[in-house]
């Protein structure tokens, strides 16, 4: 564990506004390359919800995009009339209604993030092995210790 207190306040302020940097850029070239794709950024989201964790219920999905279930319904419908995804009943309890990614839906997930990986490639091909290294070991430890935080409201 390291010392707590260590930091200044312009370091945060500093390290802050580089993960912001780094977000906000991510997200446009993220969007950029959606363009080449027939779906949404919020329909982008939700494949890949399904295609990391598996079959979920409408109302998990709602819950992890901090979105009212009304709308999760609407964004569905439009995905399962796309042949993204389809509504599956649970065989051990009827009521339960879980959402499946569907083969098109797995392929555009693949094939976006492919394109997302390709332009991280290209900027880390930009820097030296050892400052890759050292990217790659900072961002997740900061990504470590924000796990570790998530319980300490």
């Known amino acids: 564990m390291g010392s707590k207190g260590f930091h ?21 070239k993220g969007r ?29 999905i709602s819950q992890k995009m901090s979105l009212a279930f009304s709308t999760m319904t609407d964004l569905l419908h439009r995905m399962e009339k796309a042949g993204l995804v389809a509504r599956v009943r649970s065989q051990k309890d ?8 569907l083969r098109k839906g797995e392929e555009i997930v693949r094939d976006v993030l492919k394109a ?27 990504a470590d210790y924000m796990d570790k935080m998530k319980g300490h409201r």
Not at 32 to 60: A, C, R
Request: no cysteine.
């Open 94 to 101: 009827r009521r339960v209604v879980k959402v499946h990614i």
């Open 32 to 60: 950029l390359i959606l363009h080449n794709f027939p779906i949404t950024p919020q329909q982008f989201e939700v494949l890949y919800l399904l295609n990391e964790h598996g079959d979920m219920t409408i109302g998990n």
């Open 116 to 142: 997302r990986r390709e332009y991280l490639g290209a900027v880390l091909d930009q820097m030296s092995r050892e400052e890759v290294d050292q990217v790659d070991h900072a961002l997740h430890l900061i």
């Open 8 to 28: 200044s306040p312009d370091q945060v302020k500093r390290v802050e506004a580089a993960l912001r940097r780094v977000s906000s850029t991510v997200k446009q």
